[in-house]
T-cell receptor, first 112, second 113 residues
Framework: GDSVTQMEGPVTLSEEAFLTINCTYT??????LFWYVQYPGEGLQLLLK?????DKGSNKGFEATYRKETTSFHLEKGSVQVSDSAVYFC???????????FGKGTKLTVNP | GAGVSQSPSNKVTEKGKDVELRCDPI?????LYWYRQSLGQGLEFLIY????????KSGLPSDRFSAERTGGSVSTLTIQRTQQEDSAVYLC???????????FGPGTRLTVL
């Protein structure tokens, strides 16, 4: 079935470190791909998305590139801040569906 | 503008009781979704509404779960005869159209004792 696998956390980094959170997917057809973020005490928010192969989504210094050949959508940020501490979810939506399929989430803690 | 709101924010109930969870989507959003977030299963899709119709109910885990949407706006998720495994955070999301960005509410934390 369709699924998303993301690296297990928790991930702990120091401020200004480089961040990568790996995400790979299994899906029929060509899904749209998303990263959602859940800050402490807040609801899920869309961070970025990409709808076709080789698209790059970006927002707030975060980037992810849709790689069809490796079925991946890894999240990166060059220099993390304490305020980036949150749980990050990778998700897909199949072209014929409206529902999102989520990974298990990766908790990121950034220390000053 | 106002986002998606859900009520109650927390609900504690006893096993076997029925519960109703409410979702108020963003005004004008025609699509509405329910998801469940639990420690063991992560984030799971439950049901999708387009207007008042539910073309995809594939995620409802059992016939104890039902949902309705009235007036193309408010939705209620009902769980009958609650079980301990129903304990989770129930999230509602809405989008302007079916393929548009989904905006999530803060969730209802359900605890079944």
């Amino acid at each position: 079935g369709d699924s998303v696998t993301q690296m297990e956390g928790p991930v702990t980094l120091s401020e200004e470190a480089f961040l990568t959170i790996n995400c790979t997917y299994t899906a029929t057809g060509y899904p749209s791909l998303f990263w959602y973020v859940q800050y402490p005490g807040e609801g899920l928010q869309l961070l970025l998305k990409a709808t076709k192969a080789d698209d790059k989504g970006s927002n707030k210094g975060f980037e992810a590139t849709y790689r069809k050949e490796t079925t991946s959508f890894h999240l990166e940020k060059g220099s993390v801040q304490v305020s980036d501490s949150a749980v990050y979810f990778c998700a897909l939506r199949l072209s014929g569906s409206e529902k999102l399929v989520f990974g298990k989430g990766t908790k990121l803690t950034v220390n000053p | 503008g106002a986002g998606v709101s859900q009520s109650p924010s927390n609900k504690v109930t006893e096993k076997g009781k029925d519960v109703e969870l409410r979702c108020d989507p963003i005004s004008g959003h025609t699509a509405l979704y329910w998801y469940r977030q639990s420690l063991g299963q992560g984030l799971e899709f439950l049901i999708y509404f387009q207007g008042n119709s539910a073309p995809d109910k594939s995620g409802l885990p059992s016939d104890r779960f039902s949902a309705e949407r009235t007036g193309g706006s408010v939705s209620t998720l009902t769980i009958q005869r609650t079980q301990q495994e129903d304990s989770a955070v129930y999230l509602c999301a809405s989008s302007q159209g079916a393929k548009d960005t989904q905006y999530f509410g803060p969730g209802t934390r359900l605890t079944v004792l």
